[in-house]
């Protein structure tokens, strides 16, 4: 990667490793809009960001029926009606470091942040795969859509995943091709000049500078798909791992973290009042319908505002049941209670399946570190 790209990224991200280059935004900025600026954005990639020139750029759809279709950008632009959704997308590693303060794990060592949330514009798969010659009596023998990215290792393999036939065909899963992010082209480090969008899906499966789509009876052969990205029982190790025995994570589970106060934060008693934000999403659409927050360890709770707009504007009607692709942005501000000198900050949230968070880390920690969504406990101290 040359030095220009590296220089164009905001120096405010914290690097969480170079070669590739992997980074996350200082917590606070995350609540600091609803929709994450995509230089803010977290950045995650496996390989080298490849250069992808969009002029000569195409996009394969293999495996029906029909042959091979092959687009231009151009084509997907045009041939095609723009949709745009706003989702959030969560890294499976987010918050990682908390499992391995717990016992060491496997993987980049990701804060709270590897999670952000935009709008995405381009065509929907399901009418690129119906144009393609997509029938639903595919559905017979197909069960799963690959993506191939065109970013490749040294040996020439290039990034890959799979998601359901399912979630690619239907209506309501608003898969995209997005060929924007916040209105603009896909930045370089996101996926220009097309990646696919699965939202309510782990990060892993929304597969950048994308290349090539294939349906097929099988998942995704890529290490990715099959030896990564799987959970595992807190007594397996890496001894006794069979990476076959465990489901591909697709849909992530209920989560939410404090993007301010930081952890270690001194707050003065003459402010009286404290205010903790912090950000609340669920996988596969589900709606995150309330988040808790407690001052005291999780003695007592209060509930705390949502918002799903950006601060200032009106909020956007409910997304239709099993359809909320996007993250709340949640805010309490309450008394300092009088006596304490230090505070445990406790938030957790609970979706519209009423799936709630796990109390603390040990019982979901796994080797990989993923899946890490356990209550988020932030300490501070009370200057009197
Ligand atoms: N797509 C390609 N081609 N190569 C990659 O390394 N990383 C995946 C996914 N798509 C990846 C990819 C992972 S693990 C995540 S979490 C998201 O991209 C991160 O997307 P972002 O960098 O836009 O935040
Ligand atoms: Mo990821």
Known sequence: EDLKKQQARHPVLRINSLKPF???????????????????????????????????????????????????LEDLKTRFPKHTITATLQCAGNRRSEMNKVKLVKGLNWGIAAISNATWSGARLRDVLLAAGYKPDVAQWARHVQFEGLDTDVTGTTYGASVPLNKAVSEEGDVLLAYEMNGEDIPPDHGFPVRVVVPGTVGARNVKWLGKIIVSAEESSSHWQQNDYKGFSPGTDWDTVDFKSAPAIQELPIQSAITTPADSATIDRSDETLTVKGYAWSGGGREVVRVDVSLDGGKTWQVAQLRSSEKGQAPEPSPPPGRAWAWKLWEITAPLPPDAQELEIVCKAVDNSYNMQPDTVPPIWNLRGVLSNAWHRVKVKIRE
């Open 22 to 72: 992997n980074a996350e935004p200082p917590p606070e900025i995350l609540s600091d809009s609803y929709i994450t600026p995509s230089a803010f954005f977290f950045k995650r990639n496996h390989l080298p960001v490849p250069q992808v020139d969009p002029a000569s750029y195409q996009l394969h759809v293999e495996g029906l029926p029909g042959g091979v279709l092959t687009l231009s």
